[in-house]
T-cell receptor, first 114, second 113 residues
């Protein structure tokens, strides 16, 4: 069965500093990987996705993520965070051929210090 | 564009009561999903519908039923609510299957006393 691990429950970053959120997945075949962001009281918004090809993918709001097959990782990065980036971030993996939904990590809560 | 619309946004039930959560999407998507979100647990799949006319169990289906009414609508029913079903429920849709990005509604916050 596929699984996703986000090792950091909370991360605190100063405004303007760089950010990296970790995600490790377990999946037997080529994974379909996603990062979502959730602001308080809201639904989930897609930041970026990886299906195949270039292992560095660009997303919205200045985010990027790098797929590393050898490490089973898909870490999310941003060069300079803004106070509005404070939110919950979820990494998810989809199965290759099925329609059986996404498997989510437990999330990382990002706190931005002024 | 409305995207995925969930109703109601909030609901309080007593143990044993029944309720149906409604979800509709206007993106002509084939696949629809119901998740629940609990603190520290991420999102867990309850049921999904790969296409109109089909439904399947996800990771945590016990205590729930679903109906894919048509291509647009996918409802989730709690027949006899239990306190363990207190959660935030999200409906999502995708063009087809889990290879495609899912679009989420804003959630229904359900409390069962």
């Amino acid at each position: 069965a596929q699984s996703v691990t986000q090792p950091d429950i909370h991360i605190t970053v100063s405004e303007g500093a760089s950010l990296e959120l970790r995600c490790n997945y377990s999946y037997g075949a080529t994974p379909y990987l996603f990062w979502y962001v959730q602001s308080p009281g809201q639904g989930l918004q897609l930041l970026l996705k990886y299906f195949s090809g270039d292992t560095l993918v660009q997303g919205i709001k200045g985010f990027e993520a790098e797929f590393k097959r050898s490490q089973s990782s898909f870490n999310l990065r941003k060069p300079s965070v803004h106070w509005s980036d404070a939110a919950e971030y979820f990494c998810a993996v989809g199965s290759g051929g099925g329609a059986d939904g996404l498997t989510f990590g437990k999330g990382t809560h990002l706190i931005i210090q002024p | 564009n409305a995207g995925v619309t969930q109703t109601p946004k909030f609901q309080v039930l007593k143990t044993g009561q029944s309720m149906t959560l409604q979800c509709a999407q206007d993106m002509n998507h084939n696949s629809m999903y119901w998740y629940r979100q609990d603190p520290g647990m991420g999102l867990r799949l309850i049921y999904y519908s790969a296409s109109e006319g089909t439904t399947d169990k996800g990771e945590v289906p016990n205590g729930y039923n679903v109906s894919r009414l048509n291509k647009r609508e996918f409802s989730l029913r709690l027949e006899s609510a239990a306190p363990s079903q207190t959660s935030v429920y999200f409906c999502a849709s995708s063009i087809q299957g889990s290879r495609q990005p899912q679009h989420f509604g804003d959630g229904t916050r359900l409390s069962i006393l």
